[in-house]
């Protein structure tokens, strides 16, 4: 579970000076909660935040502060404002009747996962996150959240896992306009760039499908796209035979010296038309 930073607070409905919203943007810095004001006596505060991108969610950590219910609600920052937002967390109970009325287990903390969000949301990609706490058992005390902790279900490592080819064709974009318009990318033609970077298709499915099967195994249900990334670089890859330099006469290897350099002769043709010129000379004479 990789963790997914909050932005920046969109909107809020009250908050205490000395406690202000800003308080849960940064969870680690420990600056204290985040309270409603204390007059208001609504029982009820509504916060919605900013996530620095969109990401399917994973879990949500809450450090509870007088709330008796939380609801959460997701959506994305492109939607119009009068779009509603979906349920990710239904309204769950923090505090029970009896200690809000006594003050009691004020501070408890909750951690909700996959199997507490509803289907609808669940797994897909949200950046925005709107809270709804609630407090109606008694009026005489500000509540609030302590912290707020959210991650994807998504691992760092995928969000930088991308395909070698976009890699290349950025690298083109980027390498053409300072290339020759006449010829913008000579070493397309070398067998070997073209083996790393634009290999063959795979004709045989039937190690792909072993591989499809394995990474089944290993995560049940639809495959994430940690798996899907690994079926795509399978398909991509070369043939071995392709990567053998016994099998390439293109490339020269060990078993190919005269390729690898010139013979002694070749390297110097200014003597062979020194020695013809002398021939010339001892002819006439």
């Known amino acids: 579970m990789a963790p997914v930073k909050i932005s920046h607070v969109v909107s809020f409905s009250s908050q205490d000076p000395k406690y202000p919203v800003e308080n849960l943007l940064n969870p680690d810095r420990q600056r204290g909660p985040w309270l409603s004001c204390p007059q ?3 029982g009820q505060l509504k916060l919605e935040l900013q996530l620095e991108r969109a990401v399917p969610i994973g879990y949500i950590h809450v450090g509870n502060c007088g709330c008796a219910f939380l609801q959460i609600d997701v959506g994305r920052s492109s939607w119009s404002l009068d779009r509603p937002f979906v349920t990710l967390l239904p309204a769950t109970m923090l505090m029970s009747l009896a200690d809000s009325k006594q003050g009691k287990n004020r501070s408890g903390v ?3 996962k996959d199997d507490d969000f509803l289907a609808p949301a669940s797994g897909e990609s949200w950046d925005r996150l709107r809270l709804t ?7 005489h005390q500000s509540f609030g959240l302590a912290f707020l902790r959210v991650c994807s279900s998504v691992d760092a490592l995928d969000d930088l896992m991308v395909d070698p080819s976009a890699l290349v064709s950025s690298g083109l974009s980027q390498g053409s306009s300072n ?5 913008p990318s000579p070493w397309m033609a070398n067998p070997s760039i073209r083996r790393t970077f634009f290999p063959d298709p795979q004709t045989s499915t039937k190690e792909i499908s072993k591989l499809k099967t394995l990474l089944k195994q290993l995560q049940p249900g639809t495959l994430g796209r940690s798996a899907r990334m690994v079926l795509s670089a399978a398909r991509r890859a070369p043939p071995a035979s392709v990567a053998s330099p016994k099998n390439n006469p293109e490339e020269p290897g060990p ?3 005269d390729s690898a350099e010139p013979r002694p002769e070749e390297q110097n043709p200014e003597n062979d038309v020194g020695k013809r010129k002398r021939q010339k000379v001892q ?3």
Do not use: G, I, N
């Open 40 to 42: 208001d006596k609504s």
């Open 110 to 112: 909750r951690m909700f």
């Open 133 to 139: 706490c609630s407090q109606p058992f008694t009026r």
């Open 179 to 183: 290339a020759s318009e006449s010829d």
């Open 255 to 257: 078993s190919h010296p």
């Open 283 to 285: 002819a006439r004479r």
